[in-house]
Nanobody, 115 residues
Framework: QVQLVESGGGLAQAGGSLRLSCAAS????????MGWYRQAPGKQRELVAR???????AYVGSVKGRFTISRDNAKNTVFLQMNNLEPEDTAVYYC?????????WGRGTRVTVSS
């Protein structure tokens, strides 16, 4: 059974930082491209960043230069370092393989950025 468990969310002020973690189990983590996704209130879920099995990273334009995705294959964990946060980053953040598999969605971790 695949489990993806996100953590690290919380409340931050604009300009602040948070580091999200996602621990994976039930998959051969090292071979999967992974992604961080987010769903803001009233909006559809969107891909924020993705990282290939060999650590090639790509970002949506709105977070480029502020967010960094990384992975630790030994710990089956993917990270999202978020710097210079903006109120528009407020959302529930999820990890999943890339492209996503519907049944793998976890509960997410909520990020709230105040201005």
């Amino acid at each position: 059974q695949v489990q993806l468990v996100e953590s690290g969310g919380g409340l931050a002020q604009a300009g602040g930082s948070l580091r999200l973690s996602c621990a994976a189990s039930g998959i051969i983590f090292s071979i999967y491209p992974m992604g961080w996704y987010r769903q803001a209130p009233g909006k559809q879920r969107e891909l924020v960043a993705r990282i290939s099995s060999d650590r090639y990273a790509a970002y949506v334009g709105s977070v480029k230069g502020r967010f960094t995705i990384s992975r630790d294959n030994a710990k089956n964990t993917v990270f999202l370092q978020m710097n210079n946060l903006e109120p528009e980053d407020t959302a529930v953040y999820y990890c999943n393989v890339f492209p996503e598999i519907t049944k793998y969605w976890g509960r997410g971790t909520r990020v709230t950025v105040s201005s």
